[in-house]
């Protein structure tokens, strides 16, 4: 078991749905030297990539997508979940459902922070349905940025997102990816 395969062990909990709660360590409370070293383990694993800015999605993937950028040394952009339907030509839009609160948003990005001379790193929390991260995908689409890879901190196996993503051709990296919640509540990690 890895670094956060041992904390997920430790400190996750597994609720009704396929719902893991992290809370106290990644999404809520946030322990930062874990985020620090998961924010190192990107860099490795992303050496090789011309990474000139991240991008994530409100909110939980923030606090993240800073410790990881810390090692990147660039900035972040984060996707913002717009209660009005925003129509103004100065942003990239996408529909996102969301796997948790079982809702759709409206995410913006602002055409100022993404163009085609970004090389772009996605970092999100969770990969489920994968919803999150099509629409994340669509605005760097639209932006004509260069996605250089997708870091993900948990993948839930089980569930779709990650195999359709992969297939899509893109270089996927989870920390952890989850293909089991046991009956006896035990968790099944993928070898990797
Ligand atoms: P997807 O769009 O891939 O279906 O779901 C990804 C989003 O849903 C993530 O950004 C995350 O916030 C949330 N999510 C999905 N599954 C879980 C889970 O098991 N636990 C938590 N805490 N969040 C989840």
Redesign the pocket.
């Known amino acids: 078991m890895n670094f956060l395969e041992e904390r997920i062990v430790k400190d996750g909990v597994i609720k009704e749905g ?5 809370d106290s360590f990644l ?1 809520h409370q946030m322990d930062i030297e874990l985020l620090d070293r998961i924010g190192a383990e990107f860099k490795a694993r992303f050496a090789s990539h011309p990474i000139n800015k991240i991008l994530t ?1 409100e909110a ?2 923030i606090g993240i997508a800073c410790m990881v950028a810390r090692h990147f040394n660039v900035p972040v952009v984060f996707a913002k979940k717009s209660k009005t339907i925003n129509l103004d030509d100065d942003v990239y839009t996408a529909e ?5 609160h079982r809702c759709k948003n409206t995410v913006v990005v602002s055409k100022k922070f993404l163009s085609p001379d970004d090389h772009v790193l996605v970092i ?10 099509q629409g994340l995908l669509s605005i760097l689409h639209a932006a004509g940025a260069t996605v250089e890879g997708i870091g993900i901190v948990i993948e ?1 196996g089980f ?1 779709n ?1 990650g195999r359709t993503i992969r297939n899509l051709g893109y270089h996927l990296e989870s920390l952890a990816i989850i293909d089991k919640f046991n009956d006896d509540g035990t968790l099944t990690f993928r070898e990797q």
């Open positions: 396929n719902v893991l709660k992290v999404n999605i939980s993937g996102v459902e969301s796997f948790t999100d929390d969770f990969l489920a349905n994968g919803c999150a991260l839930k569930q997102g």
